[in-house]
């Protein structure tokens, strides 16, 4: 498996998210992660199917790791003043890192099983390191029991957002093939 070409060339990405379409795809993508993110799936007191950071693999598969992660990381500044939530600058960097390394896999690719594992593996990673961390310093948690429980957490939800990203981008790169001039 191997990333294209384009994936490296980050002046072109710049270029494309100025354009007009651009950044109309990155409007609307934000526009749909706000909503996105009242829609959560708990499954137990601790653990619910989140569907928002699907937003994030699209903006990095459509536009590369430059859109994916401007889309990441304002989405969560929106979102944070839109529904009132306490902004904390670490967890729009994840977002915003989710989509950029979700970019670099899936810019200009094909997409497949070991692509969306990929993309579900960067989410688990990141959930469990830097989102952790970021927990323990907003709250003050333990952090060895702040690890032990994210971990657990993470863990479970790796195998459901494994699938969930396959069939999501399997339907999106169809769309995205057709809708997106630029795909083409």
């Not at 710049?14 to 499954?43: D, E, H």
Request: hydrophobic share 50%; charged share 10%; with cysteine.
């Amino acid at each position: 498996m191997q990333i294209s070409k384009e994936t490296t060339n980050l002046k072109s990405q710049f270029k494309a998210l100025r354009s007009t379409q651009g950044l109309c795809v990155c409007g609307l993508l934000i526009a749909i992660y706000v909503v996105l993110s009242l829609f959560n799936i708990p499954v137990s007191q601790v653990i619910e199917i989140r569907f928002g950071f699907l937003v994030f693999i699209a903006a990095g598969m459509i536009g590369g790791p430059v859109m994916g992660f401007t889309v990441g990381f304002l989405a969560d500044v929106v979102n944070c003043l839109i529904r009132g939530f306490a902004y904390f600058p670490g967890f729009s960097f994840n977002y915003g890192l989710l989509g950029a390394v979700s970019g670099l896999i899936l810019y200009r690719s094909r997409v497949g099983r070991s692509r969306a594992v990929l993309c579900a593996l960067t989410e688990y990673i990141i959930s469990v390191t830097l989102s952790t961390l970021w927990l323990h310093i907003m709250y003050g948690y333990e952090l060895r029991t702040l690890i032990i429980s994210r971990f657990i957490k993470c863990t479970l939800s790796f195998v459901v957002n494994s699938i969930l990203i396959y069939v999501f981008l399997e339907a999106f790169q169809r769309i995205a093939h057709t809708a997106l001039p630029a795909r083409r």
